[in-house]
């Protein structure tokens, strides 16, 4: 598991970017899948998701799971829905103890703490959802409880990253077809394809968006298979499922 650099001196809050290692599972899901949408062994998945809880000193039911689609949507956690499963893609919450959690295998989990007024979220960001709005939607969200941006800051955990993301003509034009400038974000191959930046793109829209205070886990989650569950990489190897690695982010008791 990793910890971000950029959350290092925040006392009131505790997080991890877990990787696939330390579970319980088998086979292709090996050993820290935290994926309730794929077919491994759903007593295995449960007992992984007590081993996340255990780490901050609190119960698997503390674990607030999103059911992501890979939309724009991003909620608020509070008294009203926190016994829910919360159909959305980025969540934030003031909340104490509870876990927001991101699921990815090559997505990007964005975990972000609002240092003055004590808001922290958590956003799922594959392409799609970054190119829909899903980081701006999660920011607005923390800035409705009260949030200033220039408080915000934000870790981007392991994703797949350029030299590992080749794309087709399809996906290079949505992103031409939002803006022109977009085409930064990816480089010509011998294909005759696209590498794309998912990374780079992210951070384009925090800086949009008024974020300064960031940090990117430089790992690969295609390239390293030791450590990381990856759709792409699997599907590479006509592999039909995959693993969930889980990113978290909590509020401490004072």
């Excluded at 899901?29 to 255990?54: M, P, Q, T, W």
């Excluded at 969930?244 to 909590?250: L, N, P």
């Amino acid at each position: 598991m990793i910890k971000s650099k950029i959350f290092r001196d925040q006392k009131s809050i505790s997080h991890y970017f877990f990787n696939r290692l330390g579970g319980t599972s088998k086979g292709i899901y090996k050993s820290l899948n935290c994926g309730k949408g794929s077919k491994d062994e759903n007593g295995a998945i449960e007992e992984n998701l007590v081993a996340i809880s255990r780490n901050y000193g609190l119960k698997k039911s503390d674990i607030i799971t999103m059911h992501q689609t890979h939309s724009s949507n991003a909620v608020v956690l509070d008294s009203s829905n926190k016994s829910e499963i919360l159909k959305c893609d980025g969540i934030v919450t003031k909340e104490n103890n509870k876990i927001l959690s991101v699921l990815t295998a090559d997505c990007a989990p964005l975990l972000f703490y609002e240092v003055k007024n004590e808001i922290i979220g958590a956003c799922h960001a594959g392409w799609k959802g970054a190119l829909n709005g899903i980081i701006q939607n999660t920011i607005l969200q923390i800035t409705k409880l009260g949030g200033k941006r220039d408080n915000i800051r934000c870790s981007i955990g392991p994703c797949i990253r350029q030299k590992s993301y080749e794309v087709r003509l399809p996906f290079y034009k949505n992103f031409i077809k939002q803006d022109q400038d977009n085409a930064r974000f990816f480089q010509k191959n011998h294909n005759n394809r696209y590498l794309f930046s998912l990374t780079e793109f992210i951070l384009k829209i925090l800086s949009d968006e008024q974020i300064t205070n960031y940090e990117v886990v430089d790992v690969d989650t295609y390239s390293e298979e030791t450590l990381c569950f990856s759709y792409r990489r699997n599907y590479k190897k006509n592999i039909t499922d995959y693993g969930r690695m889980i990113s978290t982010i909590v509020i401490k008791d004072s």
